[in-house]
């Protein structure tokens, strides 16, 4: 039997942006229901870093994936946010006009949600990471192969090879350094894809001898009933010889998929969807595309930069929502009506 609710905003992606896009919009009295495919709040931000510090959110010098996502479920929830989780949008139907939309979400639970706007939140789509050619690979992961780290202290004591060239790769790589009994970073090349701060502290903490860093590429994999022993590595110069571990890592980037919004007619670019930087509204009126799933010139896919498009966002929605209702903004710390609906005086 098919359930039907409504509500103002159907939110399409349940990670950090999403979640601030609930802060934003409840400001301006509109209700929201929320749909993500995991089975938790959070994105990717809980299910790939949760333990991942980040250092570029305002007011914070540091903070981490999962402490952004608590954080963030408490500033919402005067708001009383509804959400769908472990499902997946499937379909969506245009009821409404381009002056007056009206939506219809489709979920693979079979669940529709009708409202006035749509904002997609959906990060790069569903995502999963990819996979280094190496046979026997499955028979290890989730025990001693991991793409993602939920608990640093599985780390603790053991030897762990981080393979990769990128932000995750050396992020991991200095953060697991005092927790494991010795990391090793293996590249295929003395160039990386990372922040220069992080570079360059990698780099000291191998000529320290703190760190050792391996010039060339898995090839193969040894152990049993899951736990590695060694891995098989080629070293650029042709060498080939067994280095002995306990975990590995391989941080190859995540291979990203837009899933059923491909099919809502709206103009994408290189499987994202480009908006209008006055709102971030896509090519259909009333849907609205924030985070790391929309483009334009000049986007850095930074939360942060998220945060400020969710905040824009909902200025227009609240057009679609309340049509015949005149918006005037006010700030959080001057305003009493907003004070009372966070709970503060």
């Known amino acids: 039997m098919t359930e039907s609710v409504s509500t103002d905003v159907a939110i399409v992606g ?3 942006v999403g979640l601030f896009a609930v802060f934003e919009l409840g400001l301006l009295d509109i209700k929201c ?3 993500d ?4 709040v959070g994105g990717q931000c809980a299910e790939l870093y949760p333990e991942k510090p980040i250092y570029d959110i305002p007011g914070f010098p540091i903070v981490t994936g999962q402490e952004i996502v608590d954080n963030l479920m408490k500033q919402i929830r005067p708001f009383g946010p509804t959400f769908h989780l472990g499902e997946m949008v499937t379909g969506l139907d245009t009821l409404g006009t381009a002056e007056k939309p009206l939506f219809r979400v489709q979920t693979d639970n079979e669940k529709t949600i009708e409202a006035k706007a749509i904002f997609v939140a959906a990060g790069g789509g569903s995502f ?9 690979l499955d028979a290890y992961e989730e025990k001693s192969v991991f793409y993602s780290i939920r608990k640093m202290d599985h780390f603790r004591g053991r030897r762990v090879v981080i393979v990769g060239g990128g932000d995750s790769a050396l992020d991991w790589a200095l953060n697991l350094q005092p927790v494991a ?12 894809r990372a922040a220069p701060h992080s570079v360059n502290a990698m780099r000291a903490l191998v000529k320290s001898g703190d760190m050792d860093f391996v ?11 899951g736990q590695l022993s060694a891995l098989t590595i080629r070293r650029e110069t042709g060498e080939v010889y067994d280095h002995e571990t306990d ?4 941080f190859f980037g995540l291979t990203m998929k837009l899933g059923p919004i491909a099919g809502w007619g709206l103009n994408l670019h290189e499987n994202l969807i480009p908006v209008d930087t006055a709102a971030f509204e896509t090519s259909a009126p009333g849907i609205f595309a924030v985070g790391d799933i929309n483009t334009y010139a000049g986007k850095l896919k930074l939360i942060l930069c998220g945060f400020h498009e969710a905040a824009l966002a909902a200025q227009k929605a609240h057009h679609y929502v309340y049509p015949d209702k ?14 009372r609906k966070l709970g503060v005086s």
């Open 14 to 16: 349940a990670g950090p």
């Open 33 to 35: 229901h929320l749909v």
């Open 37 to 40: 495919i995991l089975p938790k």
């Open 128 to 136: 999963q990471p990819k996979k280094p050619p190496l046979q026997g």
């Open 181 to 192: 009994s010795r990391v090793t970073l293996v590249h295929r090349r003395d160039a990386f």
């Open 215 to 225: 010039l060339g590429q898995v090839t193969a994999l040894k152990g049993a009933d």
């Open 247 to 250: 975990d590995l890592l391989p």
């Open 326 to 339: 005149k918006l005037t903004f006010q700030y959080t710390t001057s305003s009493t009506s907003l004070q």
